[in-house]
Structures are given as structure tokens and as C-alpha cells.
């Protein structure tokens, strides 16, 4: 019977299609954000959508949706530009929890020994940011000047399954963990053309990066005594929701 076979494909349409579309060309966002490019980063169900304006003033300007589903409910995800590596030492972190009353906050972390985290400034302006959680997924909104001339920027992204006072605990390490970074190439296509850098801005990379204050002596990572905790065994957490 037609009806049926149409409840049927509809109820395996609901039990398929997640919260968050596995290919980030098809997610859309709230209040008609839209962004330019998007990437489906390779580990960690994680998404980047971005827009780069090289032309913003005083400096371009690099706007982010970061989304991922926390390695738990009550955990976090991080993304961070690492100016100066291309791993987590020196990520200059945006990283999201759930605060102790509830509501989802997104601070920043200079992310720059082993250890737990501590809130800090990172060396970029941050010029907006907020966070918000739905259906098993979290997601980063953030702007960030950029030095002009940055054409391509290493990326380091993170999930972690707990938040103790406060601060974000130390995540697996895994594969798919130690995997999370690339570098995202702002302007023109990657590697499939080589045809058009004409687009690229061809001012003078910035020397020594963007001011930053030396704030918080105590900035840590957010990864911790590796071996210690590798052991933990990662249950995949399903991006589905409940
Ligand atoms: C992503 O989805 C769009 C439309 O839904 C489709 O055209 C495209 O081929 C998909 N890309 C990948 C890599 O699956
Ligand atoms: C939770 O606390 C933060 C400050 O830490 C505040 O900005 C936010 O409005 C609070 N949310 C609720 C729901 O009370
Ligand atoms: C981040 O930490 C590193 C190492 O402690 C320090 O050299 C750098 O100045 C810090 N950056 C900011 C913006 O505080
Ligand atoms: C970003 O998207 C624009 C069009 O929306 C395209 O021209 C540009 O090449 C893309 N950038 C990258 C790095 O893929």
C-alpha cells in the first residue's frame, strides 16, 4: 500500500537523517547566518563553515561555526588557530561547555604547555563569539582578526567529555584526537586548481603575529599527561542525539 511504504520511507528518513548533516554543504544555520566556504573536517564528526574577508579593516577578518558533537553530553569541543605549530601546543583555542548553570559558554585559551587549561587571552582579537548546544551537537560562532597575508592557517580542533569547575578536562587520545588539525587554506582553491591565486592578497605576512598581551601566567593545555589517560577507551558518542 502506497501510504505505508511512504510512513515507512518517512519513518527511515527520521531514523537516518541526524540533527546534523554529515556533509557540511547541506547544514544550515539559525537567524539566515550564512558562511562562504565549508569544509568537512577529517576526525571527530567535526565541521568548519567559514568566511574570510581580506579586505575587512583594520585587519581581515576570519568568521567561524565550528560544530561537533562533545565527546559526552556534559563535555566540550575546542577549535583553535595555531599561529606558530601545527599541533595543540600554541593552538590559540576557542573552546565551549555548558557552565555550571547551564547555559553554554565559549572562552579562550592560550593553549600553549601539557596541563589543564586556564581561561585566557589568545593572539588574535576576538572580535565576537558565542556558543550554543542542540540535539548531541555543539556549536562555535566566532570572528577573529587575522595579520593580513594569511593565506593559509593551521586548524586544531577537539572534543573532550567532561568539565570540572569549570574546566574543560583532558580528552582522549585516540587516533581520531591526535588526528584533529589541518591547515585551512583561505584564499583561492587548494591543491585541485592551480590555475587562479590572482585572488590572493599579496600584502607582507605580518611580522611576529598580532599584539597580544601577556595575560594569565598559568595558560595550560588541555591535553594532560598523555600515556597516564590514553587508556580510556572512546565509545563513540552518536552525533544522533539521544
Ligand atoms: C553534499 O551534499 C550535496 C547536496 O546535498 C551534494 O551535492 C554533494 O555531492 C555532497 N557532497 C559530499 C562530499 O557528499
Ligand atoms: C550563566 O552565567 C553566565 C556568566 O557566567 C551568564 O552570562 C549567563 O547569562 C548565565 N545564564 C543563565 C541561564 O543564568
Ligand atoms: C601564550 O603563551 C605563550 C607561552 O606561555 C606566551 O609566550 C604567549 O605570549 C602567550 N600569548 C598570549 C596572547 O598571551
Ligand atoms: C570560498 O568560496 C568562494 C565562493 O563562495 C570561492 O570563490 C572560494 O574559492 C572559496 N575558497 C576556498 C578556499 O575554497
Known sequence: MATLSFLLIAAVALLVCPALSLNCTSQTFSQNTKFANCTDLPTL????????????????????????????????????????????????????????????VVKTYNVSEYGPVSESKISYEVLNKRAESSHGVMRIFATLALPSGSAEVNQVWQVGASVKDGVPAKHEFSAENLGAKSKLQLV??????????????????????????????SSRVWGIGLGLYGAVVVVGVSIFGL
Open 45 to 104: 564528526k567535526a565541521f568548519l563553515h567559514w568566511t574570510y574577508d581580506p579586505t575587512a579593516k583594520p585587519k581581515p577578518t576570519l568568521s567561524i561555526a565550528f560544530i561537533a558533537p562533545p565527546a559526552k553530553s556534559d563535555g566540550w569541543i575546542a577549535w583553535a588557530l595555531n599561529p606558530t605549530a601545527s599541533g595543540m601546543r600554541g593552538a590559540q583555542s576557542l573552546i565551549a561547555f555548558k557552565d555550571s548553570n547551564g547555559s553554554v
Open 188 to 217: 583561492g582553491h587548494a591543491a585541485e586548481k592551480g590555475g587562479s591565486p590572482s585572488a590572493a592578497p599579496t600584502s607582507v605576512p605580518a611580522a611576529g603575529g598580532p599584539s597580544g598581551n601577556q595575560s594569565g601566567g
